[in-house]
């Protein structure tokens, strides 16, 4: 064949082409140990991260919410639940509180005051509140019963976060979601029981366990506990509007 033939010409320029890619491939690994270096230099920043975000939390487990006990009062009982952050009150409001009648009353008039005291004094050395004594005392009760209990896992968790491992392992019960269920209050038409689901602090749902049933009692029942509940995960606490 002669060496200007066109055929002849097309096989040297496929296999010149072919050899062309053989070689870029060969040449692809190469290339690919810097792409890697890179990726491996990448890794130590997503550690860093992920190891910033375990210290956040790790901070945020000495933050958490402490429900006193329920102290029963002449009108009814009576709980408070605190949000702690540092050894220090943040938050107070009463889970639990007289209602019925002037007690209602009473109970909207006195435990606003009571949770701002709660907070400033950061203790249960409160005033007692003019028109509400039951309520103020059973207040201050259950209060120092919450204050007792914060500081008894105070001293828990000072103790298991002395080494930088231990430190880190409150982190991951702090982000699981917990379910807490209220104590049973007994009232003229039946017992109501809370249960409310708390993801950190914040209430992520609140459901009725127990409710008045029967006759009129089931359709006020119906029509009220859907908007507790709403209302309740809005706010945040029990200092909701009645329906």
Same mark, same amino acid.
Not at 125 to 133: F, L, N
Not at 174 to 180: D, G, K, L, S
């Given at each position: 064949?002669?060496?200007?033939h066109p055929i002849r010409r097309f096989v040297l320029a496929?296999?010149?082409?072919?050899?062309?890619?053989? %070689? %870029?491939l060969a040449l692809k690994p190469a290339s690919d140990p810097a792409a890697a270096s890179a990726q491996?230099?990448?890794?130590?920043?997503?550690?860093?991260?992920?190891?910033?975000?375990?210290?956040?939390?790790?901070? @945020?487990?000495?933050?958490?919410?402490? %429900?006193?006990d329920v102290v029963r009062t002449e009108y009814g009982p009576v709980q408070v639940r605190l949000s702690m952050s540092g050894g220090r009150i943040t938050k107070a409001d009463a889970v639990q509180a007289p209602s019925g009648g002037t007690s209602s009353q009473k109970t909207e008039l006195a435990v606003p005051k009571l949770n701002q005291e709660a907070v400033a004094?950061? !203790?249960?050395?409160?005033?007692?509140?003019?028109?509400?004594?039951?309520?103020?005392?059973?207040?201050?009760k259950s209060l120092q019963s919450a204050l007792?209990?914060?500081?008894?896992?105070?001293?828990?968790?000072?103790?298991?976060g002395s080494s930088g491992s231990a430190g880190a392992s409150p982190a991951a019960p702090?982000? @699981?979601?917990?379910?807490?269920t209220g104590a049973a209050t007994n009232t003229q038409y039946g017992p109501v029981q809370v249960r409310v689901t708390l993801s950190g602090k914040k209430i992520t749902k609140a459901?009725?366990? @127990?409710?008045?049933?029967?006759?009129? !009692?089931? @359709?006020?029942?119906?029509?009220?506990?859907?908007? %507790?509940?709403?209302e309740a995960v809005?706010?945040? !606490?029990?200092?909701?509007?009645t329906v």
């Open positions: 064949m002669k060496k200007n496929s296999a010149a082409t072919v050899s062309g890619i053989v %070689l %870029l491996a230099g990448a890794v130590p920043q997503q550690t860093a991260a992920a190891q910033g975000a375990q210290g956040g939390a790790a901070e @945020q487990a000495g933050a958490g919410t402490v %429900l006193g004094a950061g !203790s249960a050395q409160i005033d007692t509140v003019s028109g509400a004594t039951y309520t103020s005392e059973g207040y201050k007792d209990k914060a500081k008894a896992a105070g001293g828990t968790s000072g103790s298991s702090a982000a @699981q979601a917990r379910v807490v459901e009725a366990v @127990q409710a008045p049933s029967g006759g009129t !009692s089931s @359709q006020k029942t119906e029509l009220a506990v859907p908007k %507790l509940n709403q809005a706010a945040g !606490s029990a200092q909701i509007d």
